[in-house]
């Protein structure tokens, strides 16, 4: 499976910023899908996954109630709409893709490269 994230830019405090990760060469619909992020001189850490059929999504206590994690199976693509934008939430964002409802980035099987998301205060 091959993972492109997209989206990523340069936004201000409080602004919004919506993700995409587009997945090719796999069945996209049966994979749990997650968004993790690493901001500079700190470890990934995970964001907020969603399951196969959507029905399910989890998300870090950070970004509760402002990022929004959602899928189109249709279009192999997972999305993550982020508002309230904080400087903290500056980072390199990446999805991933397991056969696993986990939050462990081990248990990921494949990564997408990354897009970075800049917020200016």
């Known amino acids: 499976v091959q993972l492109q994230a997209s989206g990523g830019g340069s936004v201000q405090a409080g602004g919004s910023q919506r993700l995409a990760c587009a997945a090719s060469?796999?069945?996209?619909?049966?994979?749990?899908m997650g968004w993790f992020r690493q901001a500079p001189g700190k470890e990934r850490e995970f964001v907020a996954l969603i399951s196969a059929s959507a029905t399910r999504t989890l998300y870090a206590n950070s970004v509760k109630g402002r990022f929004t994690i959602s899928r189109d199976n249709a279009k192999s693509t997972v999305y993550l709409q982020m508002n309230s934008l904080k400087f903290e939430d500056t980072a390199v964002y990446s999805c991933?893709?397991?056969?696993?409802?986990?939050?462990?980035?081990?248990?990921?099987?494949?990564w997408g490269q990354g897009t970075q998301v800049t917020v200016s205060s």
């Open positions: 060469g796999g069945p996209f619909s049966t994979y749990v």
């Open positions: 991933a893709s397991s056969r696993m409802w986990t939050t462990f980035q081990r248990n990921y099987e494949f």
